[in-house]
């Protein structure tokens, strides 16, 4: 929530990720300072980088894309949108890991879309450009995950998995220095220095905040410097189990997500609002049961 704050008094979507990638490349600098975590030096080869290159790329364009979508609608309609992720999860796995789902599985999918739908309909805060933003930032995100996990192994890799010696904190660390460097030319050029503490005065004057540029500057680095600790556990999951595992994951959290952004921030929700966001989610708890039987299943015919 400190992260909306500071986008309700800084409205720019590119300088707002800027520092979110900045307070990341602290934490990583800090575990590499401290000796707690150090890169592997063989993972800086050229090959290597220009294999997480595209990681990088789509990283920064769903991380942009989720905050424009936070400053345009509601949080909570944000991340009943994002609920779809295991739709595009299942789409990407199957596209590139060759991990084609059940029948059963993409029935649970259709309560999922089916519930963001009914939600889209009747939000209230409901905008183009806000809805697009959430959907790209799905698309992106999921790509990002699919890819990473030809790189970083695991569940959902197929034998072509380039022998890169990295885990995933090396390669997190990696793609999050890679965003920082790509989001900065992006930011000046598209949204001009809107980074001085003048600017950030003024804007948080005419958005009716009450926070001085330094208080809006420490939380937007604290709130990153949390993102990036959670996206990095994200990426510890991520290396033990599949994408569309990973992403029914990512929805639970959304529950915790949305109920309390309606309760912080007195969000209207509609009774067709509501039963859609409940449909969405409850779309991915029945994926959950079916992917756990489907598992249980294939470990009995193996022994």
Not at 24 to 33: R, S
Not at 45 to 54: G, N
Not at 73 to 86: D, G, L, N, Q
Not at 241 to 248: G, K
Request: glycine share 6%; net charge positive.
């Amino acid at each position: 929530m400190e992260f909306l704050q500071v986008l309700g008094a800084y409205p720019f979507p590119f300088t707002s990720t800027l520092w979110q990638f900045a307070a990341g490349v602290a934490f990583t600098a800090l575990l590499q300072m401290t000796g707690i975590h150090r890169i592997n030096k063989d993972a800086l080869t050229m090959e290597s980088l220009r294999a997480i290159a595209p990681l990088a790329i789509v990283h920064t364009l769903g991380n942009v894309l989720t905050n424009v979508s936070l400053g345009k609608v509601a949080v909570s309609f944000t991340h009943t949108i994002k609920a779809m992720e295991p739709f595009f999860s299942v789409l990407l796995s199957s596209l590139f890991l060759g991990d084609v789902p059940s029948v059963a599985v993409i029935a649970t999918l259709v309560p999922i879309v089916g519930g963001v739908a009914a939600a889209s309909v009747t939000e209230a805060s409901f905008n183009w450009p806000g809805f697009l933003a959430a959907m790209g930032s799905n698309v992106t995100f999921q790509s990002r995950n699919v890819l990473s996990k030809k790189l970083i192994g695991g569940d959902g890799c197929s034998q072509a998995c380039p022998a890169i010696p990295m885990d995933n904190i090396d390669l997190f660390s990696i793609i999050t220095i890679m965003s920082l460097a790509l989001t900065l030319p992006a930011a000046v050029v598209l949204e001009g220095v809107r980074f001085t503490p003048g600017a950030i005065a003024a804007y948080a004057a005419s958005a009716g905040a009450a926070f001085s540029p330094a208080v809006i500057f420490q939380k937007a680095m604290i709130a990153g410097a949390c993102f990036h600790m959670y996206q990095q556990i994200s990426y510890m999951i991520l290396a033990r189990v599949s994408p569309v595992t990973h992403s029914v994951g990512n929805c639970v959290k959304r529950v915790v997500v949305i109920s309390f952004s309606v309760l912080f921030f007195k969000n209207a929700v509609s009774p067709v609002n509501a039963v859609g966001t409940a449909a969405a989610l409850g779309g991915v708890y029945a994926y959950t049961r079916v992917k756990r039987v489907e598992r249980d299943a294939a470990a009995a015919k193996i022994e």
